[in-house]
């Protein structure tokens, strides 16, 4: 999920904006607890709205399209993790 190009904007953005709104309005301690419990919430909500879109599913679960790779040259082959009888060349 952090290699999701759009989980990092979602990040920079929420940063971008707590950093605005304490900068802007300079709000007071009950407030920043407020903001804080916000961003826990938009944190811990990115990946439930992952999961709901299908996002995170199909993310996790995708299978590389590798062509015709040579599972005993290749070693970013799909099916490289298996040992295969037949890259023993003695």
Known sequence: MLSYPQTWAAGALL???????????????????????VVVLAVAGW?????????????QFAVRDDGDA???TD???TFSLQ????????
Do not use: K, N, Q
């Open 83 to 90: 040992i295969s009888p037949m890259c023993y060349t003695e």
């Open 70 to 72: 040579d599972p005993c």
């Open 47 to 59: 990946p439930l709205a992952m999961s709901v879109t299908g996002t995170l599913s199909a993310r």
């Open 15 to 37: 940063a971008i904006l707590t950093v605005g709104f304490v900068t802007r309005y300079d709000p007071s301690a009950v407030m920043m607890l407020a903001l804080g419990v």
């Open 75 to 77: 070693p970013d082959a």
